[in-house]
């Protein structure tokens, strides 16, 4: 079930709080009792990961902890298995299935984290977490979307908003004076900017959730605000409702209007991305975790933000998709537990510092200990930053709250909205079936 309030409170009081001792103490790298540093037998821990791009912070992020850990433990490797977001998703449900998960992995918040507990699969890291105060770190109420029975499960990366990214300079190419702040002028600006021969929207359709993380916003706006979908869950309402067939019909009019890259579902998330950051794509509407990637990229100087439009008069630009970061989780079965769990504890209490140092930490799920403005962070970041403040509500993404067998089903309804018109009633059809064969 969703918990919005949960996830608005935590954004409102504790995207931008400041304080995090923890991570500039001088014995932040010492190891927990019983882990590797006093032992010389050799230990490897696979780190499975989805910081693929090298081009962006946090795959600079996670290469600068590992190598300042295995230099502290020279005995321990961390092999790194880089993957993207879908690629990652899917080897580990391989990966389950033999219960042969890696020391340490990639999960998602509630819906998605739930399988791999209930089969035993993850093992509680609160030991970690009640050592050195490693759980005051993270933001108020944000652990709950790990846990279970009262036990964390996962360490979440961030808490971040879906906005909208635009490239200043390609706009005006385009003779198009700002962001556009209605649907309407969405879909006038993607003519425009077709027009002028630039491709109005980077998405890498690839990876299915990029989307439906779009197209969950359009939801968010016909729907006048938040809940759809616990609506659904609680029988108030089907996916027959005219707020959701309302939804598929404006998303297919932005396919259709050629928002997006020709073969979009074959290009993944990263080329995706890269396309908005190399100055292909005018837009990019994705989660705020893409600042520092954006801010660093070489279109970086003329990258402005923006919230996602009304949609046919509806909807408040102050709520958004919340997304609850994807967390590390470690194996059950690791042959070195103590290891690993040592390993990242020493990776999540120095992961907001080093983001920080990298200009990577707006979204963050954990305090940061520092002044955004006197660091340098862009304009960009300092507005994105700004957006947290006035955040009135929102919804969290569809296969973070829908059992993982109706998630798919939606995950591919609207890949293939991608590949051709669909009724939109039909659309909504095929949610509904699969909602009711998946109680």
């Given amino acids: 079930m969703r918990k919005t309030g949960k996830v608005l409170s935590l954004l409102l009081t504790g995207a931008l709080a400041l304080g995090l001792t923890a991570c500039g103490n001088s014995d932040s790298g010492k190891s927990s009792e019983g882990a590797s540093g006093s032992s010389g037998d050799k230990v490897t821990i696979t780190f499975q990961n989805i910081y693929p791009d090298p081009t962006t912070p946090t795959y600079k992020m996670i290469r600068q902890i590992v190598d300042s850990y295995q230099k502290e433990h020279p005995n321990v490797e961390i092999a790194l298995d880089t993957l993207n977001t879908d690629q990652q998703k899917l080897k580990l449900k391989t990966q389950a299935a033999s219960r042969e998960i890696p020391d340490i992995t990639i999960v998602n918040p509630s819906a998605q984290m739930k399988p791999y507990v209930d089969a035993g699969l993850l093992a509680p890291l609160d030991d970690i977490l009640d050592k050195d105060g490693l ?138 991305g890269n396309m ?85 930490a707006v979204g963050l799920g954990q305090k940061v200990d520092g002044d955004f403005s006197s660091a340098g962070y862009s304009p960009l970041a300092i507005d994105v930053l700004d ?37 939109p009633k039909q659309v909504a059809a095929e949610h509904q079936a699969a909602f009711e064969a998946n109680p």
């Fill in 135 to 272: 759980r005051d770190t993270y933001q108020e109420g944000l652990l709950d979307y790990y846990s279970k029975d009262g036990k964390v499960y996962a360490l979440p990366d961030g808490n971040n908003i879906e906005v909208g990214y635009y490239n200043k300079a390609l706009f005006a190419k385009a003779g198009i004076d700002a962001p556009p702040a209605t649907f309407e002028e969405l879909l006038a600006d993607v003519k425009k900017l077709k027009a002028a021969g630039i491709t109005p929207i980077a998405i890498g359709e690839k990876d299915s959730w990029t989307g439906s993380f779009l197209f969950m916003n359009i939801l968010l706006r016909t729907n006048g605000g938040p809940g759809f979908l616990q609506d659904v869950a609680d029988g108030k309402k089907t996916f027959n409702d005219p707020a959701f067939i309302e939804a598929v019909d404006a998303f297919q009019q932005l396919v259709q209007a050629g928002a997006f890259p020709d073969g979009a579902t074959s290009i993944d998330a990263t080329a995706g």
């Fill in 387 to 423: 957006l947290f403040k006035n955040i009135k509500g929102g919804d969290l993404s569809f296969d973070n709250t829908m059992n993982p067998a109706v998630s798919q089903v939606h995950l591919s309804s609207i890949q293939n909205l991608f590949v051709q018109p669909v009724d």
């Fill in 276 to 360: 908005f950051r190399t100055g292909q794509a005018a837009m990019f509407i994705i989660g705020t975790w893409e600042t520092g990637a954006n801010d660093s990229s070489t279109v970086g100087k003329d990258v402005g933000v923006f919230k996602f439009p009304t949609v046919n008069g509806k909807g408040n630009p102050d709520e958004f998709m919340l997304a609850p970061g994807s967390a590390f989780a470690v194996s059950a079965n690791s042959e070195h537990l103590a290891e690993t769990k040592d390993f990242l504890k020493y990776f999540a209490t120095n992961y907001p510092k080093v983001s920080f140092e990298l200009k990577n």
